[in-house]
């Protein structure tokens, strides 16, 4: 398996786990003698960090989704710059927590067109898409289980000063998005086979972590036979 300069993101739903499958992807090529460089999306540098700071201290219900779209372009475009393109061309092996296919769902589901969504991904990064992007496939309802939030979208007051699309970040518009919304979002995470840049793989992640890790390790295996 040749994985040496290879870009692979992990997508999906809130609450899918992509920090525990990424945390195994990455220990699992370390241990084969590959080199990770880790990358989170927004943020990653430090004006990618201003950008993540600006989309989760806003209150989105106020902003134009184009805008939303933009800025999450913007913070990819640095991203990419600064942490993607040097760690590949020095043969690492780039796991990212999101990508543009995470505006293809989010910002899809709030009516952004598709085609105008990878315009602008290739605007922002070039020719720099992932090699492979997994998308961990769970229905929100139990995605909202597994991080404590209501229904409805908000966290229980236990979590209240956190956003489980965004960890670390303070409670904003985004949480606040009705279940309606995260199954529109769903369902165009599992349309991105086909009709996105690069290989998509859907995994089922209402399972076990284990069960879920051994599909995670066998879709890159096949990727980079």
């Not at 927004?42 to 134009?64: K, Q």
């Not at 942490?83 to 769902?105: E, M, N, Q, Y």
């Not at 965004?166 to 086979?193: S, V």
């Amino acid at each position: 398996m040749n994985i040496a300069g290879k870009f692979i993101v992990v997508d999906g739903p809130d609450g899918a786990g992509k920090g525990t499958q990424i945390q195994r992807l990455g220990e699992w090529i370390t241990a084969q003698g590959g080199h990770c460089t880790r990358a989170r999306d927004p943020g990653g540098t430090e004006i990618s960090e201003r950008i993540r700071h600006v989309l989760l201290g806003y209150d989105l219900s106020t902003m134009d989704s184009r805008c939303e779209a933009l800025l999450f372009m913007a913070s990819r475009a640095q991203l990419v710059a600064e942490v993607v393109r040097p760690a590949l061309k020095k043969g690492h092996t780039v796991l990212c927590d999101r990508f543009i296919s995470a505006t293809c769902a989010y910002q899809g589901a709030i009516g952004v067109p598709q085609d105008e969504i990878l315009a602008l991904g290739r605007l922002a990064v070039d020719d720099t898409w992932p090699h492979l992007t997994i998308v961990l496939d769970v229905p929100p309802d139990v995605g909202f289980a597994r991080t404590n939030r209501k229904r409805g979208g908000a966290k229980t007051p236990r979590h209240a000063g956190q956003l489980a699309i965004f960890d670390g970040a303070n409670t904003d518009a985004m949480e606040r998005r009705p279940l309606k919304f995260h199954r529109q979002a769903r369902k165009l995470f599992q349309a991105l086979p086909g009709t996105y840049p690069g290989p998509v793989v859907l995994v089922d992640a209402d399972r076990e972590v284990e069960a879920v890790w051994e599909d995670v390790r066998r879709a890159v295996e096949r990727a980079f036979q």
